[in-house]
């Protein structure tokens, strides 16, 4: 079989603030294994931010305050290759060049990908999936620009320390959404040539049928007039 691998992004703020919603509601992920090389981290490698069964009634802040919330840069650290840096030990190489190979790493499996989406486009995206698998949905995708991240009311200060914290997330998304687009052009154009393509085949089809009509007609009256010299 032909597997593809396939994802959808999102604006990272939004993104952070849904997931922070969803840890204050109570959840976890503690049946995510992180494996990587084979082996999960040890807890001096990733670190719990809370004590207790969950994080649940989590303040913004808090959620922000930790330094090993895997929130942070979550859509890099989930594109990427980790084994490139040694999977969950920081101490394998410095942070900036481990920033570096994470984010070269991420826009490397996406570009390598057959699809990916846009949260923030939906008919966009759902027009780039069915023209990349040939298949059509029974209904089309629905923009929903009410979100439980866009109930959440931030100032300027918190949205720009937000985007610190998943600043590779936000140098992905610009990248991400660059490729989308160029993407759904170059389907458009493709669509748009298509649809030429077959209009010229119609009217050579066209004229062909008129071609061979006019050279029937023809012969049609030639014989008639041979007939009416013979009648003579």
Known sequence: RNFYYITILRDPVSRYLSEW????????????????????????ELP???TGDDWSGCSLKEFMDCPYNLANNRQVRMLSDLILVGCYNLSVMPEDQRNKVLLDSAKENLKRMAFFGLTEFQRKTQYLFEKTFNMNFISPFTQFNSTRASSVEIDEQTQKRIEYLNFLDMELYEYAKDLFLQRYQFMRQKEHQEARRKRQE??????AKHAIHKEETDNSTNDYIGNVEKWR
Not at 27 to 36: E, M, N, R, Y
Not at 202 to 207: E, S
Request: proline letters at 3%; a positive charge; one cysteine or more.
């Open 21 to 44: 919603r969803h840890v204050q509601r109570g959840a976890t992920w503690k049946a995510s294994l992180h494996v990587c090389d084979g082996r999960s981290p040890t807890s001096e």
């Open 48 to 50: 719990s931010c809370y």
């Open 202 to 207: 119609q009217r050579k089809i066209l004229r």
